[in-house]
């Protein structure tokens, strides 16, 4: 976001409280003449109160009096409010996953038979007891392998909530899903501490929490990291992540490591064994475990449906409906497929439609989305649903597609831009600012002293505007921008006073000295209220999409009615403050420039054009983010930080297949 969140919370609102006495002194400096004094005396006087105001907050300023690197004192600070945001942030993912009720399943795991674990067989364990097992192991490292939706992710989330209600060692468990993590580039640690600064971004905050919180945090193992889905690495990359782990988290640090059965047992063969870590597997669920399950979820007349499919179960323990349902993820999607009535669980015995465990998998996968944005479409209104159960497939099965493409199992919503053409999303989100900043121009000179030069203002604003959007969106631009600035522009003061003092002498010598006055004023206000709602002070508060979207959001806004107020108040000076007309018409000006100077070089922006020209063509719901949330609420979808995933691989593949099917179909067509 531009500038370190280098600030508490107590100076971000003090320095958003100082921008808006500010920008009201400024508007009160227009109409003082009606009293004797001299607005220009007035509106002088203003700019310097206010820079020194940000001369006083200025962290920058006074950073030879704050600490350094972060001390013991910071580092126990920083943990504290991490535990409680992350507690707070599973919590929440564990109730919407429907894992916080008694249809919770009680998994249960031993030691695996495979020759893959370095220390003695660990004893057997269960899910609602997750901690007393974990804690139970030698040196507290061990790695919980299973079929694909056997629970593992499940545990995972499990163990971390459930050591950060006891938090008594000080370690602080954190969750990472290592679909993002490429071992061939990356050291672990460096990658964990990148996760933390990107889902955490208050950890930043060298005010609060001194400087690398983040990185001492790794360093001195005041993180314990949950390390899920080896699995979802590439497999040429697997043996690679063993031997970057092994390196990065010694025997003596505490692990929890997932994976699937098959892909950590040739890891392993290829990078050696976890050292001192024990190897445990889940167990497949048993016909009195899946009949327990479907009775406790399903009302009475829905389970008497399922009497037959028990008996089979019963009867044939072996069999390859047996064998499906004994994995708690279709369990789960079977008891959602059938749980409305709309279709019959007896039809899985018919051995001619699914003749094995995939065909069933595929039934399964294929019915959920239909009944889980079919059941309250009776109520959409009230439910809040935005769109219909097959445009909810079309855009789930689009982005798995975009996933499978980029070999990914997150989607980040900053991301979205990769979906459409770099050039294309440049010239849309170029020419779009392009046009606003010259109709937002030639409107207001259309009106001013020189109505002949509109055009060619207007022209000459949108040209420079547009440049300037397509040199932002560079990638050289974004990889300068995504490090962390130094020097005079992580000053509050320095960066405020530079922009507002090289817009204000252009203002000066076109329209006086007043017109320049309240301009830079106005610039250097802007850029004090950037700075400050970019920062994110509050470490306790749980990631999310909403949540980083959000700061992008705020700025936007800020810095739009800032400008609006600016050009209203410089309209007001050339004009005079009872031109009313000129005052709206300057605000109005001023709100569109201000947009097209705020969104250039944030995420939120390209966000936008990316989703308003897929919109455009079908693909994905003009309310997108809202429709994830729904997908999420729904439990197609679930939350890891600030990111998406699908609940589980197979739903996305799944969907990317159908997704690569319609697009051969378009082509054909």
Request: proline share 5%; hydrophobic share 50%.
């Amino acid at each position: 976001m531009g500038h370190d969140a280098s600030v508490s919370r107590i100076r971000q609102q003090a320095v958003v409280v100082g921008c808006v006495l500010a920008a009201l002194l400024a508007m009160a400096g227009l109409f003082v003449t009606d009293y004797g004094i001299d607005p220009t005396t007035w509106l002088a006087g203003a700019v310097t109160a206010f820079l020194l105001f940000l001369a006083t907050l200025d962290p920058w300023l006074h950073r030879h009096r704050a600490h350094g690197l972060s001390t013991d004192q910071h580092l126990d600070t920083a943990a504290e409010a991490l535990a409680v945001a992350l507690h707070s942030q599973w919590q929440a993912e564990c109730r919407t996953r429907g894992l916080a009720g008694p249809q919770l399943l009680d998994l249960r795991w031993t030691a695996t038979d495979l020759p893959v674990s370095d220390a003695p067989p660990a004893q057997a364990g269960r899910s609602d007891a997750v901690v007393g097992a974990f804690e139970r192991q030698a040196g507290r490292r061990m790695v919980l392998i299973g079929e694909p939706g056997s629970g593992k992710s499940t545990v995972a989330m499990l163990l971390t909530i459930g050591l950060l209600d006891r938090n008594a060692d000080g370690q602080i468990p954190v969750l990472f899903p290592l679909s993002t993590w490429d071992p061939t580039s990356e050291d672990l640690r460096a990658w964990m501490t990148r996760k933390l600064y990107e889902d955490h971004p208050a950890l930043r905050n060298t005010e609060l929490y001194g400087s690398y919180t983040a990185d001492l945090l790794i360093e001195r193992r005041r993180i314990f990291p949950v390390l899920d889905g080896l699995d979802t690495i590439p497999a040429n990359r697997r043996a690679e992540a063993v031997r970057k782990i092994n390196r990065a988290v010694p025997p003596s640090a505490p692990l929890l490591l997932t994976s699937r059965r098959a892909e950590f047992a040739g890891a392993v063969a290829e990078a050696g064994r976890i050292p001192g870590a024990s190897v445990v597997e889940l167990q497949p669920l048993d016909h009195e475990e899946v009949a327990g399950y479907v009775r406790a979820s399903a009302d009475a007349v829905t389970a008497a449906r399922w009497e037959p499919v028990f008996l089979h179960l019963r009867d044939e323990p072996s069999g390859r409906l047996a064998d499906t349902l004994s994995v708690p993820l279709t369990l789960w999607l079977a008891s959602q497929v059938y749980g409305t009535g709309a279709a019959e669980p007896t039809e899985l015995l018919d051995r001619g439609r699914f003749p094995d465990r995939a065909a069933i998998e595929r039934r399964l996968v294929d019915g959920l989305l239909p009944v889980l944005f079919d059941r309250w479409h009776g109520g959409a209104e009230a439910d809040g649903q935005l769109v219909t159960p097959g445009q909810a497939e079309r855009a789930l099965a689009y982005l798995a597609g975009q996933l499978r493409a980029r070999g990914s199992r997150e989607f980040a919503w900053w991301e979205l831009r990769r979906s459409v053409p770099p050039v294309l999303l440049t010239v849309l989100g170029a020419a779009a600012l392009g046009l606003l900043s010259a109709f937002g121009v030639a409107w207001l000179m259309t009106y001013a002293s020189s109505p002949k030069l509109a055009p060619a203002t207007g022209l000459g604003a949108g040209c420079v505007m547009a440049a300037r959007t397509v040199f932002v969106s560079t990638a050289n631009y974004r990889a300068r921008s995504a490090r962390q600035k130094s020097g005079l522009w992580r000053s509050l003061l320095l960066s405020s006073l530079v922009l507002g003092t090289a817009v204000g002498l252009v203002f000066g010598a076109l329209y006086g000295l007043d017109a320049g006055l309240v301009v830079g004023l106005g610039l250097a206000v802007a850029s004090a209220l950037r700075f400050a709602l970019a920062s994110s002070a509050e470490l306790t508060r749980a990631s999310s999409p909403k949540a980083t979207m959000a700061r992008d959001r705020a700025v936007v806004w800020a810095g739009s009615l800032v400008l609006a107020v600016v050009f209203g108040a410089a309209s007001a000076l050339v004009f005079g403050p009872y031109q009313t007309g000129m005052v709206g018409l300057g605000f109005v000006s001023g709100l569109m420039l201000g947009f097209a100077l705020s969104v250039q070089s944030l995420r939120w922006w390209w966000f936008t054009v990316a989703r308003a020209w897929l919109a455009l063509r079908g693909r994905l719901p003009w309310q997108l983010m809202a429709f994830l949330e729904d997908a999420h609420r729904r439990g197609v979808l679930r939350q890891a930080g600030s990111c998406y995933q699908f609940r589980h691989a197979l739903i996305q593949d799944r969907l990317a297949d159908r997704n690569t099917s319609a697009s051969r179909d378009e082509l054909n067509v």
